[in-house]
């Protein structure tokens, strides 16, 4: 497809233990983010990274939250020692570039974390 | 900074009812403003995009327009149907998304 894929889909670990989510943006496109949705939180931005500048992670919740984007394309989200606060889905979208003006961001399916 | 302020839901309409669902915002600078749809069980989906002020973005029998006097980009359909019961979530872009806190919309029959 061309859509954005995202693996897992569902994802459930132990209090404490590492997870890795895996995003696959469209082909060509350069930007690309991570977003959180839980409950209590509704979306929140996390990280986006755009051809090779320097990521924003100004969302980052706290410093168990890295992610990676090698050779431009492929990215992955790593949430070390996870806690139950850290259950949520997982979103990754991506989009042609970061221009203000008018470019969509178009989303995967996400992973759904649950941290028991 | 930049936010996004949504009509609380859930709101709950009967088929061919006419649909509002309120959206202001504050932001610096002129973002392009969207409109995202989450049926039950899927992912975020465009529904409509607006890039400056006065333009109307429409799809799918919805529309908003971007209202730069009262920052605003309201939601509305005519005429709703039980398929657009969903969350709805207008953003605004400054870079990354910024969300509002999501409409959820039940259609009757």
């Known amino acids: 497809g061309a859509g954005v894929s995202q693996s897992p889909s569902n994802k459930v670990t132990e209090k404490g233990k590492d997870v890795e989510l895996r995003c696959d943006p469209i082909?060509?496109?350069?930007?690309l983010y991570w977003y959180r949705q839980s409950l209590g939180q509704g979306l929140e931005f996390l990280i986006y990274?755009?051809?090779?500048?320097?990521?924003?992670k100004s969302g980052l919740p706290s410093d168990r939250f890295s992610a990676e984007r090698t050779g431009g394309s492929v990215s992955t989200l790593t949430i070390q020692r996870t806690q139950q606060e850290d259950s949520a889905v997982y979103l990754c979208?991506?989009?042609?570039?970061?221009?203000?003006?008018?470019?969509?961001?178009?989303f995967g399916d996400g992973t759904r974390l649950s941290i028991l | 900074g930049n936010s996004v302020t949504q009509m609380e839901g859930p709101v709950t309409l009967s088929e061919e009812a006419f649909l509002t669902i309120n959206c202001t915002y504050t932001a610096t600078g002129y973002p392009s403003l969207f409109w995202y749809v989450q049926y039950p069980g899927e992912g975020l989906q465009l529904l409509l995009k607006a890039t400056k002020a006065d333009d109307k973005g429409s799809n799918k029998g919805f529309e908003a327009t971007y209202r730069k006097e009262t920052t605003s980009f309201h939601l509305e359909k005519g005429s709703v149907q039980v398929s657009d019961s969903a969350v709805y979530f207008c953003a605004l872009n400054g870079g990354k998304l910024i969300f509002g806190q999501g409409t959820e919309l039940s259609v009757k029959p």
């Open positions: 082909s060509g496109h350069t930007a």
């Open positions: 979208a991506s989009s042609l570039s970061t221009d203000f003006s008018n470019q969509p961001q178009h």
């Open positions: 990274f755009q051809g090779n500048s320097a990521p924003d």
